[in-house]
């Protein structure tokens, strides 16, 4: 049943929440289409068997979908699991069996509720598990700073003071700017930032880059561009095609007769740390903002999931999640697309599995006309309450599966 008619477009450009077992689901999907795949399996708790069983059963049904998952994945991509401890290690042999261990790229830590009644190690962290089809062609990882969780405020203020004092006078932004970097640098005890100690004739801040590299010295002349640079002591400069794409970009800036690289503090990236700083309880808040708390009980952050994407996807990219519950990876896709002018589209899949009878969210959506209400309707009630409040129109499909 297609709840929204796309007649006039191009159907394989939009977003699609596909309602069905996702083993089903996945098997008509075209291979070799998906950049990057999130999931958060349903955590080992079928207790009809004994551990052993149950055990055996969860491993097996993984398996045969990241089987799947692998052959969805184009060359590129890769792919990352939400897991807790009970399941690390079986999940991380299904991996290594299926991706090999040459396209093990790592594992990331974030923070879980505490637990107060742990009988021995009080648990509160969880794990994201992350294999690439080929590690060979994997992109790099790093993050803008201005989306990073630890850094975006402290240079969102830097960015607007300096900018303000600017528009007044030049003089008073460059202290201001000098202040600033020397308090960030003290209070949080980082030295990255006092890198940008300058300030461009648009009131940009940048880190004026050394253009010299490890190597032979000698004197570089480009005709191109205009420029003789004679020879440094020990090192040499970078080449040629740099400085002339460093000039058409308007990036090349110079200090006593010496060129250097226009890096701006808006544009600044980061590394991947391996502990994550996201909590699991951030999830329930954001499904609180549309109105929607309490509505599903594990929801992971939008954050967590914008941050694994911003990551590892620098490019418009197609984004599957087979088992997307409430639905966080496409707002996670939306709220990229929106904030970094990008386009990547998302595929969820989940299955009609109902709401339990005896919930209150079953009471509150049969109040509201449902009919045997399924975690779908919630992931699509979510996916219509974020686009309403941003005012977005409503661009994706809904398919069912029998
Ligand atoms: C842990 S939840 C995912 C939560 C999600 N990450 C979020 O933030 O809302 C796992 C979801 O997978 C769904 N699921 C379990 N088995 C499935 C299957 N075989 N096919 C499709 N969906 C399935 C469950 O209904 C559940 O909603």
């Not at 594992?107 to 969880?126: G, V």
């Not at 640079?229 to 058409?248: D, G, H, M, N």
């Not at 005012?391 to 398919?399: A, C, G, M, R, T």
Request: with cysteine.
């Amino acid at each position: 049943m297609d709840l929204f008619n796309y007649d006039n477009q191009d159907k394989e450009l939009y977003n699609q929440v596909l309602l069905g077992d996702n083993l089903r689901v996945m098997n008509t999907l075209s291979l070799n289409c998906i950049d990057f795949i999130y999931i958060d399996p349903p955590y080992n708790t079928n207790n009809k068997f004994s551990y052993n069983d149950s055990n055996k059963i969860w491993a097996d049904d993984i398996s045969e979908r990241i089987r799947i998952a692998k052959k969805l994945l184009k060359d590129k991509g890769v792919i990352c699991i939400s897991i807790d401890d009970n399941e690390l290690v079986t999940l991380l042999n299904i991996c290594f069996n299926i991706f090999g261990k040459e396209n093990y790229v790592g594992i990331f830590i974030t923070h879980q509720s505490q637990r107060s009644n742990a009988k021995y190690i009080n648990i509160i962290h969880e794990y994201v598990v992350v294999f690439a089809k080929n590690k060979n062609l994997l992109n790099n990882f790093y993050i803008k700073r201005l989306s990073s969780p630890d850094d975006k405020e402290m240079i969102k203020s830097i960015i607007t003071k300096v900018k303000n004092a600017f528009l007044r006078d030049r003089n008073t932004a460059q202290n201001i700017l000098k202040n600033l970097l020397n308090q960030y640098a003290i209070s949080r005890n980082i030295t990255w930032i006092k890198n940008y100690t300058n300030i461009d004739e648009e009131g940009r801040i940048f880190f004026a880059k050394d253009l010299s590299t490890p190597g032979q010295p000698a004197p570089l002349s480009i005709d191109e561009i205009n420029l003789y640079l004679p020879a440094l002591k020990t090192r040499r400069w970078s080449t040629k095609e740099k400085f002339i794409y460093l000039y058409k970009q308007n990036r090349l800036c110079f200090k006593k007769g010496r060129p250097y690289e226009k890096q701006y503090l808006e544009e600044a990236v980061d590394n991947i740390p391996s502990i994550l700083n996201f909590y699991s309880r951030q999830g329930t808040n954001d499904l609180k903002k549309l109105g929607l708390y309490g509505y599903f009980d594990t929801p992971k952050p939008v954050e967590l999931i914008k941050f694994l994407i911003r990551a590892m996807m620098h490019q418009d990219a197609t984004i599957l999640d087979f088992y997307a519950g409430s639905g966080t990876t496409a707002q996670a896709v939306y709220e990229i697309n929106q904030e970094d002018k990008i386009n990547h589209r998302f595929i969820l899949i989940q299955s009609k599995e109902p709401v339990a009878p005896t919930s209150d969210v079953y009471k509150k959506l049969t109040q509201v006309g449902y009919v045997n209400p399924s975690v779908s309707d919630i992931l699509i009630l979510r996916l219509h309450r974020y686009l309403k409040i941003h005012n977005l129109p409503i661009d994706f499909e809904i398919k069912e599966y029998e």
